[in-house]
């Protein structure tokens, strides 16, 4: 879906999406191992998660792990799915009590059994919560995305034009509009594959503060950079 806001009222960005870099980086300038900095970064993400509630986001996606996530080492990547399991489990009151709502972007079979159970009873559980909605994109690509949404587009209706709007149904959260916002922590400015189509039009925001230090503050430093944004679309001012 189009984004929602409207370049008159953009007080307050209808989705935020974070690209949750610098977790390593944290480790490292502390002679930590980087499992340190994931597990520092997973409390930034429920930080950030409460922040963004309390602002009043609608929808908020995090970029957990990536499709290319996988070819760092399996200590590294086992570390990140316990972290995950561990979230998902430990989390879950958390969501119950504010009402929100967990969603899965990615592809669910690239994922062990146990976490993508686990990941689709939460998303099953929380369905029918009416707050914020919370986007977990987990052995997610954008590239993965838009290729399987044309893959589901020629295979279920192999009569149907190769439209926007028809990859865009198949697309794997196709009811959430676009970020209006994507934020990326610890300085580097690049998308790493990370909601390219929804994010054709989202405004960027990159802070140097490595993810594990990202506060409240942190947060509603970008809400208010995004506030000071012109969006035009592509259109003139
Ligand atoms: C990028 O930092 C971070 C990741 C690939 C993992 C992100 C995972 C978490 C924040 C924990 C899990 C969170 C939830 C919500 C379940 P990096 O390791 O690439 O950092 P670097 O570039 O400094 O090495």
Known sequence: MPSLSNPESR????HVGIIMDGNGRWAEKRRLIRSQGHLEGLKAAKRIVKAASDAGIRFLTL????????KRTAEETGFIMGLVKQYLRGE????RENRIRIRHAGDLRGLPNDIAAELAAACEETAPFPGMQVVLALNY???????????????????????????????DNPDIPDPDLVIRSAGEYRTSNFLLWEGAYS????????????????????????RGRCRKFGGAA
Do not use: H
Not at 63 to 70: A, G, H, K, L
Not at 157 to 166: A, D, H, R, V
């Open 141 to 171: 690509g954008g590239r993965d995305e838009i290729v399987r949404a044309v893959k589901k587009l020629v295979a279920e209706n192999g009569e149907t034009p190769i439209t926007e709007q028809n990859i865009r149904s198949f697309l």
């Open 63 to 70: 970029y957990v792990f990536s499709t290319e996530n996988w």
């Open 203 to 226: 405004e960027y925001y990159v802070s140097d503060v490595l993810w594990p230090d990202w506060t409240k503050e942190e947060f509603d430093r970008a809400l208010a950079a995004y």
């Open 11 to 14: 007080a307050l960005p209808v």
């Open 92 to 95: 879950l009151d958390f969501y």
